[in-house]
């Protein structure tokens, strides 16, 4: 695709349940990056992938989150028994092995625990 | 932690005007350092960025100014117009690794 393209849009859960959300990169691109971005605050770091491992998950706040990419493309952001403070966007970027420091963002998944 | 300290929170300035957004950081090993622009709904746009070994980066009306030795950085936006009105973000990393970013300014240009 053109961009990155995270699904779905919106989610709304119920406190306890699983969610995943999903994030396409931008073709060809090998780096992955998740953010969480709460209301009114800037983007704070999940997870980086790059290809297929998980480079630096310092950012995952806890063992309730998870994150993987199996065939170094598609990304899943997992979350168990959710709380409503998991409640925010939660964004995925991705940018290019030559120059993986400019990195492109997707539109975010909105997710409300109620 | 905050890594880096991003001001003012708000700003408004009128149409025609120079829109300027300060940020600070503390870990000297950032060595790369963007603007992000966000509107509702959307997710974070790459502005211009730029690099610690020099001091300015001029793309059409945006301009980064970088002091190093302060460890503080800017965004001048000229001319500033009814379109420029978003969330702004600055942001610092160490080459490959992951974003820091700051709080946010919210930009409104009057017309």
């Known amino acids: 695709g053109a961009g990155v393209s995270q699904t779905p849009s919106n989610k709304v859960t119920e406190k306890g349940k699983y969610v995943e959300l999903r994030c396409d990169p931008i073709s060809g691109h090998t780096a992955l990056y998740w953010y969480r971005q709460s209301l009114g605050q800037g983007p704070e770091f999940l997870i980086y992938f790059q290809g297929t491992g998980a480079a630096d998950d310092s950012g995952l706040p806890n063992d309730r989150f998870f994150a993987v990419r199996p065939e170094g493309s598609v990304s899943t952001l997992k979350i168990q028994r959710t709380e409503r403070g998991d409640s925010a966007v939660y964004l995925c970027a991705s940018s290019s092995r030559d120059s993986n420091t400019e990195a492109f963002f997707g539109q975010g998944t909105r997710l409300t625990v109620v | 932690q905050q890594q880096v300290k991003q001001s003012p929170q708000s700003l408004i300035v009128q149409k025609g005007g120079i829109s300027i957004i300060n940020c600070a950081y503390e870990n000297t090993a950032f060595d790369y350092f963007p603007w992000y622009q966000q509107f509702p709904g959307k997710g974070p746009a790459l502005l211009i960025a730029?690099?610690?070994?020099?001091s300015e980066k001029k793309e059409g009306r945006f301009t980064i100014s970088f002091n190093k030795s302060a460890k503080q950085f800017s965004l001048h936006i000229m001319d500033s117009q009814p379109g420029d009105s978003a969330t702004y973000f600055c942001?610092?990393?160490?080459?490959?690794?992951?974003?820091?970013f700051g709080a946010g300014t919210i930009l409104r240009v009057k017309s």
């Open positions: 942001a610092a990393s160490e080459y490959g690794n992951k974003l820091v």
């Open positions: 730029i690099r610690p070994d020099v």
